[in-house]
């Protein structure tokens, strides 16, 4: 009898306890917030261009019995075919179709429609998205602040008639950064980089300093995707897929 007393109040005891633990702790249970959702990166968005009165040409509107395939040679710029950048000699990106064409030409000139720089080049045997790199050093002066140049990309069809080329072209100017953005610039990783440039509307900086990423890690998906969204943005999505040469 007396154990089975004693046993019982064991029981009730242990009972009161593990109320006891309940009602304590329930009530930092309840206090206790749920996890915070992983960020999700902000999408780049690119602002719209100011109107420059010359809207260029950024794909050309020829056939594909005109030396080039279904897809037309391509600038990859805003459909305005205007841009800026900060650099001196800016570099610019072209989209070259499979083509028959054997070389191509680049011209570059002043606001008053003086040529600058002029240079011909063979065209490799694939397609993709190549680079243009206005040439550094003597021959070609710097671009200078403020000023609009126009230029144009050519695929030579035939070399005895130049009439039958295959042309884009467009608008480019260079602008300062202004002084709190050099500060960011400078201690902005390459990612957040690309969205400063881009949220200054600066498409060339941003553009080359993406390309240089994908150039150095082709095998990683998620600068894939941020190229194909920078391209989705100015209607491009048709070449986001083009290998990066």
């Not at 240079?119 to 710097?142: E, W």
């Amino acid at each position: 009898m007396f154990w089975k007393q004693r046993r019982s109040n064991l029981t009730t005891t242990c009972i009161v306890l593990v109320l006891a633990l309940l009602m304590f702790c329930l009530p930092i249970l309840a206090k206790t917030p749920p996890p915070a959702p992983s960020p999700t990166p902000s999408p780049i968005k690119l602002p719209t261009p100011p109107p420059t009165g010359n809207s260029g040409r950024r794909a050309s509107a020829g056939t594909r019995g005109e030396c080039q395939s279904d897809k037309p040679l391509t600038a990859l710029v805003q459909e305005t075919s205007f841009s800026l950048t900060t650099a001196e000699y800016p570099t610019l990106f072209v989209y070259i179709p499979q083509t028959d064409a054997k070389s191509a030409e680049f011209v570059l000139a002043d606001e008053n429609k003086g040529d600058i720089y002029q240079g011909k080049f063979n065209i490799a045997s694939k397609s993709g998205v190549f680079s243009l790199s206005l040439p550094v050093g003597s021959i070609l002066p710097a671009l200078e602040v403020g000023k609009k140049y126009q230029w144009s990309f050519s695929l030579i069809c035939d070399v005895e008639d130049r009439a039958r080329d295959v042309n884009i072209n467009g608008s480019i100017q260079r602008v300062n950064l202004s002084a709190d953005l050099v500060p960011k610039l400078e201690n902005a990783s390459m990612g957040d980089r690309i969205n400063i440039y881009l949220k200054e509307g600066i498409w060339h900086d941003a553009l080359i300093t993406l390309a240089s990423l994908r150039r150095e890690n082709p095998n990683d998906s998620s600068l894939a995707k941020e190229w194909a969204n920078m391209l989705q943005q100015v209607d491009l999505e048709d070449i986001a897929e083009e290998p990066i040469n």
